[in-house]
């Protein structure tokens, strides 16, 4: 009986990991995931913050998931939200106003981000605050991945750097489109195509092993 | 304070600094309900209206929270803004033409969570825009909104009869697009100077 509920956390935590990777699986939250992401430090930061805000917001419905009526649950769910990016823009901007200058709006908008939103209603409110809190952690580690996924492409093709360290030398050509709007759009869509082609690759293998 | 000429506000946020394909904001329902024509020019018109009502509120409302210096919850108040105004449309919608009710489905209430809307009140806010320029620069934004839609879900209807490699099919080949798309507006940078 005591391994059961661990094995169940850790179900829940690895979901948002892979299985339903929130950018990649799902394909929520790609405006903020696309337009910070030019850089692979500004992917880091928007990761973490949305992480805060999600973890924050999730454990908040779950406490109060009781007390909501369910007419008005929306709203609540956002007003919570709401609450808990005021607090991470306040924090960032303490911190470092570089970052805060180079993420600009979009700290904000992750209020509109619909994996937390997403979370809180189909996770949140149906859990008890433990499993909701790992779930809402996992998930928001998957956008992490998925946006320092995009976001290191971007930099590599486009700055020539990792981190903002140099690696190919002076004599490398920036490819400037990817750091340009496209260049988002370009790089989700090829990660896309990867996956696709890999779970197409596995289920063809898995077919293969079945029939002989 | 901005002295901007609410033209070259219009122009800006509708082709030079497009909200979609250049600023990223708005991408759900830009990939959701481009499927058809038909339906992204009514939810084009209903993105404008709603950014028209929440431009006007917000200005106001940031007039009254400057005044009590209560600055800070400006994020909340926003929202609840933008989410009454998403009410209004949908009701109007519902009680007119139930069928594009029906046809639109889950893409009208998810306006409330659009970015570009809270963006665009973000935005008019951060410019400092005065009552005009506020008005020009939401009905610029919710232009660009529309027309990037419907540009896209007319190349996605014809997407719908070419020959795509089994891999791409769906979210990435329409990905694919809206890149080559931006790529395209991208001509209209340095437009207004």
Known sequence: MTAQPKRLDWDTFTEGLWKENPVFVMMLGLCPSMAVSNTAVNSLAMGLASTFVLVGACLLVSLLRKLIPK?????????????????????????????????????????????????????????????????????????????????????????????????????????????????????????????????????????????? | MSVESPALIFLNAFLINNFVLALFLGLCPFLGVSNKLKTALPMGAAVIFVMLVASVCAYGINLLLVRFQIEYLRLIAYIAVIASAVQLVEMTVKKFSPALFRMLGIFLPLITTNCAILGMALFQTANEYNFVQSLAFSLGAGAGFTLALVLMAGLRERLDLADVPDVCMGAAIAMMLAGLLSLAFMGFAGLGG
């Open chain 1, 71 to 212: 007419q008005v649950r929306i709203a609540s769910y956002i007003i919570i939200i709401a609450t808990f990016v005021t607090i991470v823009d306040y924090l960032i901007h303490a911190i470092s106003l570089d970052l805060y200058r180079a993420l600009g709006a979009f700290i904000q908008l992750i209020v509109v981000n619909c994996v937390i939103l997403g979370r809180a209603e189909a996770h949140a409110s149906k859990h008890p605050p433990v499993p909701a809190v790992i779930n809402a952690f996992g998930m928001g580690l998957g956008f992490t991945v998925a946006l320092l996924a995009i976001g290191s492409v971007r930099e590599i093709l486009g700055f020539g750097t990792l981190f903002g360290m140099s690696l190919f030398g002076p004599s490398f050509q920036p490819w400037a489109v990817f750091i340009l709007p496209p260049g988002g759009f370009f790089v989700l869509s090829l990660w896309l195509v990867l996956f696709s082609f890999a779970r197409r690759r596995r289920t063809r293998t898995l077919e293969a092993a079945h029939v002989s």
